[in-house]
């Protein structure tokens, strides 16, 4: 179990979906975060916005090495980008955004989206792209299609993540450092939780039924 050191309690004795997540986060490790990551950056419902700052309050706690946090989840988002980059090299633009649509509660235009920023930003976009919500999994995929030259890409997709995911880790660590009051409002903290999964997960399923119905209207 997870101890704090400066309460000593452990994580799961917040209970809910915190608890669990962190006892999760216990048990994957350092290198496991970076998998998500990995993940996260290939299937985008999957939020690092919830999984880094988690292991950045572990870190707070002395269960994770923050340092080698960065390191890895830094390396999952490299090697995600760098499977989007290559099947975008591999089949094109079109054709890769045709097949990548089919995954659950994923919708062509986040893929549309990624291709204008690229085209109006150009190679810079790997870099900024990757601090935006919606742009920042996507943006290898034009940037492969486009044939980018690879070491520029890894050079600006590594700097670029290597930011986001030490502000998140970071952010969470300073999280954890409040942990008597993260205790005490826990249960509202799950329920807060809860909300935003069942809101982002109705917002995606709406907005691909919706999708749907337009493309069968013109049709």
């Known amino acids: ?14 209970g809910g979906i915190v608890g669990f997540a962190g006892t999760l986060m216990e048990g994957i490790g350092e290198w496991g975060v970076g998998l998500f990551t990995l993940l996260e950056t290939v299937f ?3 939020p690092s916005e919830v999984i880094l700052p988690l292991a950045g309050f572990l870190s707070q706690q002395g269960e994770l090495n923050r340092e080698l946090v960065v390191v890895t989840s830094t390396l999952g988002a490299y090697l995600g980008g760098l499977l989007l980059y290559a099947l975008g090299a591999a089949l094109g633009l079109e054709r890769s955004i045709r097949w990548l649509s089919k995954l659950p509660l994923v919708d062509r235009s986040d893929f549309e989206r990624a291709a204008n920023w690229f085209t109006r930003h150009g190679r ?10 919606g742009v920042r999994s996507l943006i290898s995929l034009p940037a ?9 890409f890894s050079l600006f997709t590594i700097a670029g993540s290597g930011i986001w995911n030490a502000l998140l880790i970071y952010l969470g660590a300073a999280l954890g450092t409040q942990y008597e009051l993260i205790d005490r409002y826990s249960a509202f ?4 939780v809860y909300a935003a ?6 917002w995606l399923v709406v907005r691909r039924v919706r999708r749907r119905r337009g493309a069968d209207t013109l049709a």
């Open 124 to 133: 810079a976009a790997v870099f900024f792209g990757r601090l935006i919500p």
């Open 189 to 192: 903290l799950n329920y807060a």
């Open 197 to 202: 999964i069942a809101a982002v997960i109705l």
């Open 1 to 14: 179990m997870i101890t704090l050191l400066s309460a000593g309690k452990d994580i799961s004795d917040l």
């Open 144 to 152: 492969g299609a486009a044939r980018m030259n690879l070491l520029t």
């Open 44 to 46: 985008p419902p999957i």
